[in-house]
């Protein structure tokens, strides 16, 4: 125990003691000790004991000072900055006050609650019986009780103190608004009321008291002028003319007015009622029967005038001979009309002079007319029968040349010696060159009489390149030649079927007069255009011969065959391009070979997708589901070609002659085809549009629709695509009625 005894001496002579304390804490502990070596010895090991939990206690009370005195530290640095950010705080509010009392303007904030935060002395100073109670602590409703009892305040016209209430009221509930109140004296406020992020207020009042009056001011001296403008027009003009506004009085006049009624200068002023003029004219005119100065009277009086007054009427000069006068009103923009008085004596003798002198003329120019129309009859009559014609190609000839070739591709499904069928192909050939020569001949007569139909679309070169390089690379082939096309990007504004008729046109004549080398489709961007450039290697023409090679029949190489054609496919291209706008080109030369070039307008905008015509194989008949064809025709021959060739791929066939028998059949057997196939013209009765549009309704989409006719024409092609039915031209050919065999024998059933 006498070894820990200086231990706890140090712990209790701590280093921060002054010289006092320490002699205090000596003090004890001799008194301590002397009481030990005093006491008896029991009781000397309580004393000791004791003496340690003094010592003990005395270093716990020393550590909870320093944390006692640790947290009065933090306690007074925290007290330091709430004092220096209510310090802030005052002064922020203090340079907000005062910005706020430095504006020009009245201004007031309300919190979102409604309650006037602050305002400055400005606000609401024009109305010095309130200002006094305008306190913070201010609820906004009674805000604007106070500013409706000032004596000072002045409502709307119209408004009570009460309706002015609710309008500021509705207001309010509004982000934004702005209003100009009035007050006493003809003082005028801007009001502005501006919602705040927090759903507080905050109201600006501006005096514009004098602005107004300046614009007034301004307004009534342009309102001066053009009054001074309007009298020096109208009396520069030559025709007497009077203003009413809408309450008919008079507003302004001429002083040609005066002299046309011979009125005394007093009796017109501003403010003459429209009755007193009008009076004027009736008693001094002569207006005629049929539209006498009553109908004036009411057109003037009527609250809406949708159409102008004009009336001719006579006066007696005084002299015996009569003026004739045209009067003339019409409405104004404000309910106010204008009316005019126009002396056209002279005009009128002038138009009767005229008049007789054509009278002269009638009988020569009734000659003349009979003539022309004698040579327009002669021209209509040339005309319809040219459309007759050209009628009568398109469905008499192409119906036989249809049925021949249905009737050719029938017989190649049959024939397998190599020799027949070697003639049986060049009669294919013959046939197809037929019908090559036919279309061209419906294209340029369309083209000349005007009745192609156009439709400018977008069109993809895409696609329509590869087309064409798939028709023309076996023919160029044939003849030993490089058929070269190079891929097209983009879309061009065309006709669909006429641009691919000029590209297959300026391709078939680059084949059929190039002996070696090679035939190039390519096209060229331009600035918003594309360059469609057709170049072969060929025999060139002669500069002389460009314009020749366009014209109708008319051939440079004399030696062709006619069955290569007549001439008219440059004429085709030349018409058809004239027809869509597009610019042809032709750079040529002998030896040189030629370049044909056609410039279109590219486009951004993109069509619907369209169905494309099939272009695969024969299809064949085994392990294929089978289907039926429903057959309209009422031609014999065509009807034997199609119903023998699709019998040989397996197909059923239903035929009938007439529409009216196709809906009867259906309806008798019950019978669903997959595919029906309907000529346009039947004879009497239904059409072929009718027929389909009919089977349509009873077959729904289980079956294929096609429609076949001779007619290129567009209405049809549109009627068609507006039924939903695909349209065959004839003649068909076998490849592409297979392909439609094969597209309904892919449908799932």
Not at 434 to 449: F, H, N, P, T, Y
Not at 669 to 680: H, M, N, Q, S, Y
Not at 705 to 731: F, I, N, Q, Y
Request: negative net charge; proline residues 4%.
């Amino acid at each position: 125990m006498n070894d820990d005894l200086p231990a706890d001496i140090d712990r209790m002579m701590a280093p921060g003691d002054d010289a006092d304390r320490r002699h205090q804490k000596l003090q004890v502990i001799a008194q301590a000790l002397i009481r030990q070596i005093e006491d008896p010895p029991q009781e000397t090991a309580s004393g000791y004991a004791q003496f340690q939990r003094a010592a003990l206690l005395e270093d716990e009370v020393r550590t909870r000072t320093r944390e006692l005195e640790h947290a009065l530290d933090l306690l007074n640095a925290s007290n330091a900055s709430l004092q220096q950010a209510y310090r802030e705080k005052e002064a922020a509010r203090q340079n907000l006050s005062a910005a706020i009392e430095a504006v020009q303007e009245g201004f007031a904030l309300f919190d979102a609650d409604d309650i006037l935060v602050m305002c400055n002395s400005r606000f609401n100073a024009m109305l010095p019986d309130i200002i006094e109670r305008l306190r913070p602590g201010l609820d906004f409703e009674t805000y604007l009780r106070l500013v409706a009892s000032s004596i000072h305040f002045t409502p709307p016209v119209g408004m009570s103190p009460d309706g002015w209430i609710e309008m500021r009221r509705r207001r309010h509930a509004e982000r934004h608004f702005i209003l100009t109140q009035e007050l006493a004296k003809g003082r005028l406020v801007q009001v502005s009321e501006q919602r705040m992020a927090d759903g507080g207020t905050a109201i600006l009042q501006t005096e514009v008291t004098d602005l107004i009056r300046a614009e007034r001011a301004e307004r009534g001296r342009l309102l001066d002028d053009q009054a001074a403008i309007l009298k020096a027009t109208l009396e520069h003009l030559p025709l007497a003319v009077c203003l009413f506004d809408s309450r008919l009085r008079l507003l302004a006049w001429n002083e040609n007015l005066t002299k046309m009624l011979t009125l005394p200068v007093t009796r017109l002023r501003e403010g003459t009622h429209f009755d007193e003029i009008w009076q004027q004219l009736r008693s001094k005119l002569d207006f005629p029967a049929q539209k006498g100065a009553n109908l004036l009277a009411d057109w003037a009086r009527s609250v809406r005038r949708r159409d102008s007054f004009a009336v001719q009427v006579m006066r007696d000069s005084g002299t015996g001979e009569a003026r004739t006068l045209a009067i003339y009103a019409q409405e104004i923009q404000d309910g106010g009309f204008v009316l005019s008085i126009d002396d056209i004596t002279d005009y009128s003798r002038a138009l009767e002079s005229v008049n007789r002198a054509n009278e002269t003329l009638e009988a020569r120019v009734a000659n003349r007319t009979e003539e022309l129309q004698d040579a327009l009859a002669q021209a209509e009559r040339a005309n319809a029968s040219r459309a007759r014609f050209v009628a009568a190609v398109g469905h008499d000839l192409m119906q036989p040349l249809s049925a021949a070739t249905l009737f050719v591709g029938s017989l190649l499904e049959d024939v397998s010696l190599p020799t027949s069928r070697a003639k049986l192909e060049k009669v294919q050939r013959s046939l197809d060159s037929v019908s090559g020569l036919i279309e061209a001949l419906l294209d340029i007569s369309r083209l000349e009489a005007g009745q192609a139909a156009l439709t400018v679309e977008p069109v993809a070169l895409a696609p329509l390149f590869e087309q064409l390089r798939e028709e023309f690379t076996p023919v160029a082939q044939a003849k030993g030649l490089e058929l070269v096309v190079r891929p097209a990007q983009g879309w061009v504004s065309s006709d669909r079927l006429y641009l691919r008729r000029i590209l297959q046109n300026l391709l078939a004549n680059a084949i059929r007069y190039t002996d070696s080398g090679r035939v190039l489709l390519a096209a060229r961007p331009r600035a918003g255009r594309v360059l469609l450039q057709v170049r072969d290697t060929g025999r060139g023409i002669p500069e002389r011969d460009h314009r020749l090679v366009f014209a109708e029949f008319k051939r440079l190489d004399a030696k062709a065959s006619a069955s290569e054609g007549l001439g008219l496919g440059l004429a085709i291209v030349d018409r058809a391009a004239a027809l869509l706008g597009h610019t042809l080109t032709l750079r040529s030369a002998p030896a040189c070979g030629s370049t044909f070039g056609i410039e279109v307008a590219t486009t951004a905008v993109r069509p619907p997708d369209r169905r494309m015509v099939y272009s695969g194989l024969v299809p064949g008949a085994e392990d294929r589901p089978e289907i039926t064809a429903l057959i309209v025709e009422n031609d014999p021959a065509m009807m034997q070609a199609l119903t023998g060739l699709l019998e040989q791929w397996g197909v059923n066939v239903l035929d009938v002659p007439c529409g009216e028998d196709a809906i009867t059949l259906l309806d008798d057997t019950g019978v669903e085809p997959e595919l029906c196939i309907v000529d346009f013209q039947l004879g009497a009765g239904m059409d072929g549009l009718v027929c389909l549009g009919k089977l349509k309704s009873r077959l729904g989409t289980t079956s294929l629709c096609w429609m076949m006719s001779a007619s290129r024409s567009e209405v049809l092609h549109s009627r068609a695509a507006d039924l939903g039915v695909t349209l065959l031209s004839k003649p068909i050919a076998p490849a592409t009625l297979a392909q439609i065999v094969a597209e309904v024998r892919d449908l799932p059933r």
